[in-house]
């Protein structure tokens, strides 16, 4: 051991001094003139930095460090494959030119025999992989619980967990939901119990200018660690579609971070990176992840019943503007605008309107349309809900029964009252459709195909001036006129190039 021992540090020797002696020669500058010759000075420290300050660099560095290695053994790399459909290229020898001269024996221009399309000579089916990141956040027995995107594992048909420590297990589809877009992913694993489940924290305590640590695999690096701080919560999700706000941070996130954590100092999972705000597709310092807290309860759905369950008011919410507001009512107060309402809903049972503006609900206000669309998604089915409206100047508590959500009776047009969305006849707006001062009433956007309006054949362009024979020359008295309480069946005069004509009776079930 020593004669080995003797010999290495030899070795090294030698080769320090060989590299002493390159490293002089590389870092040598002369100078024409009177300046002076430096030389590469290796045995002073790089920086002089005061020692008080130096140990705070220290604890943050250290900090950092034992964050990373407490998380990143629950933080996974998710591989996955999609069966794709792309059309066939009309010029390779799979279908035409072959079968345009020599014939196609399922018949002309790629058809069988009983006239159907032959989807195989239009379209070929191919596979394409991807990848993503998740976090662990539960295990129960063998079974483990990996949280991710929808986006990355939702219409997977191989997925395949890779673990911090090198390990893969074929991993299973939980469930998935697109209006969240998070997915949980199962693996079976025999000694589970090594399997290290993150802490999940409380994103309602999160603030602008906390530190936080993006963890995964962006680009394939897995296990990557990226630091910064959050930039702001509360982002809107309703650029992606999606119903969550979002905590902002320009710690880096790439594609492959997609289902990876957003920590905290603590070491505590305060988010789930979703999106990047991007011209060039890579980081520019906006990354956005939902916060846990809205996707907790998900998890367990997921477990017990394989999709999350939403509670169902029954309005449609549009976004309106200052002057709308005016015209009901409510200028200057935040809320949520019900345009519509669907019939026998929990809405019409409660007692709502098409035309309430929505201020309140069990107790805390409403700010915005997506804050009401949570609020009433995270509400238990068959459990009463209290609301607060604004109905023509007047503030309304009504007591609604919330139900199950399904995408049945939520995309139900022939249930939604009245079928098209009310605009006031503004300026612009009389001048686009060529109306004179004299003709008052409500203009008609947004007809809904199979919806009441369009069982009465009223159409994008007209102008209702009377409802039930009552004229109408605002949205407030439109509103009130279809009040649903007092009226079994409705019926419009409808103003269109010059003619005035009175619709049908739409009766209200």
Same mark, same amino acid.
């Given at each position: ?5 003797k ?21 040598r500058v002369?100078?024409q003139?009177?300046?002076a ?7 002073k420290?790089?920086?002089a ?7 705070v ?13 407490g998380?990143?053994p629950s ?14 290229n009309?010029f390779?020898f ?24 032959d989807s195989?000579r239009?379209?070929?089916?191919y596979?394409q992989?991807g ?9 129960t027995g ?6 991710t ?7 997977a ?7 911090n420590?090198?390990q893969?297990?074929?991993?299973k ?9 998070i997915a ?10 090594n399997?290290?489940?993150?802490t ?6 999160v603030q602008?200018?906390?530190?936080c ?8 690096y897995r296990?990557s660690?990226?630091q ?7 982002r809107?999700g ?11 941070t ?5 594609q492959?971070?997609s289902?990876?954590p957003?920590v905290?100092i603590?070491?505590e999972?305060?988010g ?6 991007s011209g060039?597709?890579g ?5 956005f ?5 809205s996707?907790?309860?998900a998890?367990d759905d997921?477990?017990?019943k394989g999709k999350?369950t939403?509670g ?12 709308y ?6 200028k200057?107060q ?5 345009s519509?309402?669907?019939i026998?809903?929990p809405?019409?049972k ?7 503006y929505i201020?309140?609900i069990?107790g805390?206000?409403v700010n915005?349309?997506s804050?009401l669309?949570r ?5 238990? $089915?068959?459990? *009463?809900?209290?609301f607060?409206?604004?109905? /023509?100047g007047?503030?309304?508590? &009504? #007591?609604?029964k919330?139900? @199950?959500?399904?995408? $049945?009776v939520? *995309?139900d047009?022939?249930k939604?009252?009245? /079928?098209?969305?009310?605009s006031p &006849? #503004?300026?612009?707006?009389r @001048?686009?459709?060529?109306?004179d001062d004299k003709?008052k009433g ?8 199979k919806?009441?309006?369009?069982a ?9 001036t009377a ?13 009130e006129?279809?009040d ?12 269109n ?7 049908g ?5």
């Open positions: 051991m020593k004669k080995i021992t010999r290495v540090l030899a070795g090294t020797a030698a080769c320090a001094l060989a590299f002493a002696a390159v490293s002089f020669s590389c870092t002369q100078v003139g009177s300046a010759t430096a030389f590469a000075d290796t045995s420290p790089a920086i930095i005061p020692a008080e300050s130096l140990k660099i220290e604890a943050l560095q250290s900090s950092f460090r034992s964050i990373s290695s998380v990143l933080v996974v790399e998710i591989d996955v494959t999609e069966k794709k459909e792309a059309p066939v009309p390779s799979d279908g035409w030119p072959f079968d345009f001269f020599f014939g196609n024996p399922e018949g002309p221009e790629g058809r069988e025999g009983n006239g159907s399309s195989r239009r379209k070929r089916e596979e992989k990848l993503g990141s998740g976090v662990i956040v539960k295990r063998d079974t483990v619980y990996v949280l995107n929808n986006h990355v594992a939702g219409k048909t191989n997925i395949t967990v890779k673990l420590d090198g893969e297990f074929e991993g589809l939980v469930g998935a939901d697109e209006r969240q877009d949980l992913v199962s693996f079976d694993a025999k000694d589970a119990e399997v290290v489940v993150a999940l924290g409380d994103s309602d305590k602008t200018g906390d530190i640590l993006a963890m995964g695999a962006p680009l394939g296990q660690v990226t910064g701080i959050v930039s702001a919560t509360g809107s309703d650029q992606i579609g999606n119903m969550n706000n979002f905590i902002q320009d710690a880096a996130i790439n492959g971070n289902g990876g957003l905290n603590y070491g999972v305060i789930i990176n979703t999106w990047i705000a060039s597709g980081s520019v310092g906006l990354g992840a939902l916060p846990i807290n996707v907790k309860k998890i997921f477990i017990s999350i939403y169902w008011l029954g309005i449609s919410l549009v976004d309106v503007t200052d002057e507001k005016n015209e009901l009512g409510v200057g935040k809320g949520a605008f019900a519509q309402v669907f026998n809903s809405a019409s409660g007692g709502m309107q098409a035309g309430d201020i309140q069990n805390k206000n915005s349309q804050e669309i609020e009433v998604a995270y509400l238990p $089915a068959d459990k *009463n809900a209290e607060v409206v604004l109905r /023509g007047s503030k309304i508590t &009504l #007591t609604v919330i139900e @199950e959500r399904t995408e $049945a939520s *995309n047009n022939a939604l009252w009245p /079928g098209f969305i009310a &006849l #503004t300026k612009k707006l @001048e686009n459709l060529k109306l003709i409500v203009a008609v956007t947004n007809v809904l195909e919806s009441p309006a369009a009465l054949r009223i159409q994008n362009g007209d102008v209702i409802v039930n024979d009552k004229k109408i020359t605002s949205l407030k008295e439109f509103y006129a279809l649903l309480s007092r009226n079994k069946e409705v019926w419009f005069d409808v103003y190039d010059g003619h005035t004509i009175s619709t009776r739409y009766k209200l079930n």
